[in-house]
């Protein structure tokens, strides 16, 4: 069984930054890939962002291409998404989720959440 934790989250006025942080314990974290999901307000939850347990690769909605960066330090169990120039549509419940494999393959391959953390981006 695996723990994530997420902090980071709060209001933001637009052109703004957050970093979001998530620590995972209970699970060898070196080991899988990591993702940042989002969920807003009436809409479906949004895979935005991937990481492999290397960090050889990652991947991004098209939609936070060149805003936000998602990264890991396998020493210390966390996985971290720093978000720039955030957006007004940027705001929802963000999750981190842990996959059941070491590569980045899709959404579906994430099996364990955190509680979640919120982000509002006023204009």
């Known amino acids: 069984q695996v723990q994530l934790v997420e902090s980071g989250g709060g209001l933001v006025q637009a052109g703004g930054s957050l970093r979001l942080s998530c620590a995972a314990s209970?699970?060898?974290?070196?080991?899988?890939?990591m993702g940042w999901f989002r969920q807003a307000p009436g809409k479906e939850r949004e895979f935005v962002a991937a990481i492999s347990c290397t960090a050889g690769s990652t991947y991004y909605v098209d939609s936070v291409k060149g805003r936000f960066t998602i990264s890991r330090d396998n020493a210390k169990n966390t996985v971290f998404l720093q978000m720039n120039n955030l957006k007004p549509e940027d705001t929802a419940d963000y999750y981190c989720a842990v996959s059941l494999y070491c590569h980045i393959g899709n959404s579906r391959d994430f099996a364990s959440w955190g509680q979640g953390t919120q982000v509002t981006v006023s204009s």
């Open positions: 209970g699970r060898t974290f070196s080991s899988y890939a």
